[in-house]
């Protein structure tokens, strides 16, 4: 499986209860919520190339959950139990502004202000997989300085997280 393809796996995985949430706000037949989600999570993941990394990713999913939420409403345009196109927009600007930003949402930011050999070993432990005894061998340092090392990384990227959550005004 390619990186892309598991990054935006892990990501719709946070983003899709309230992607399902949106689309359940503007269709009411379940089934046809169903089609619509699956749809959506097709659509993401064929479009995730064109993905901006510094935007949220919970907020691009809606925007594709309204492009397919359109095309249900133009194919079912004759039923009365569907909202028009303005309706939805405006559902979407709701979700848009209801919700606080995803946690995950500002860790390639975070990760982008590490130092290059902080942003190495993570690259190693978490992209490759490796223990820190194989990363140790690369980099030339004990398995138990890697260790500690990747402990203050993580610490670094949780306290530059929540930094970014309080500019955004969520409370934590």
Same mark, same amino acid.
């Given at each position: 499986?390619?990186?892309?393809?598991?990054?935006?796996?892990?990501?719709?995985?946070?983003?899709?209860?309230?992607?399902?949430?949106?689309?359940?706000?503007?269709?009411?037949?379940?089934?046809?919520?169903?089609?619509?989600?699956?749809?959506?999570?097709?659509?993401?993941?064929?479009?995730?190339?064109?993905?901006?990394?510094?935007?949220?990713?919970?907020?691009?999913?809606?925007?594709? #959950?309204?492009?397919? $939420?359109?095309?249900? /409403? %133009?194919?079912?345009? +004759?039923?009365? &139990?569907?909202?028009?196109?303005?309706?939805?927009?405006?559902?979407?600007?709701?979700?848009?502004?209801?919700?606080?930003?995803?946690?995950?949402?500002?860790?390639?930011?975070?990760?982008?202000?590490?130092?290059?050999?902080?942003?190495?070993?993570?690259?190693?432990?978490?992209?490759?997989?490796?223990?820190?005894?194989?990363?140790?061998?690369?980099?030339?340092?004990?398995?138990?300085?890697?260790?500690? #090392?990747?402990?203050? $990384?993580?610490?670094? /990227? %949780?306290?530059?997280? +929540?930094?970014? &959550?309080?500019?955004?005004?969520?409370?934590?």
């Amino acid at each position: 499986m390619q990186e892309s393809t598991r990054q935006a796996t892990r990501l719709w995985t946070t983003a899709q209860p309230v992607v399902a949430a949106f689309v359940a706000s503007a269709i009411r037949n379940r089934h046809d919520r169903e089609d619509v989600l699956q749809e959506t999570a097709l659509a993401v993941l064929n479009s995730f190339d064109s993905f901006d990394q510094s935007r949220p990713f919970q907020a691009w999913a809606i925007g594709i #959950a309204r492009n397919q $939420i359109g095309l249900y /409403l %133009r194919k079912n345009s +004759r039923s009365k &139990l569907v909202f028009n196109e303005e309706t939805v927009a405006t559902l979407q600007d709701t979700f848009d502004t209801a919700l606080p930003p995803d946690e995950l949402d500002y860790l390639p930011e975070c990760i982008d202000r590490l130092e290059k050999r902080a942003r190495r070993l993570c690259e190693l432990r978490y992209q490759e997989g490796l223990k820190p005894a194989a990363i140790s061998e690369q980099v030339g340092l004990t398995p138990n300085t890697v260790a500690k #090392a990747l402990q203050r $990384i993580r610490e670094r /990227l %949780r306290s530059c997280i +929540r930094d970014r &959550l309080a500019n955004a005004g969520v409370a934590l």
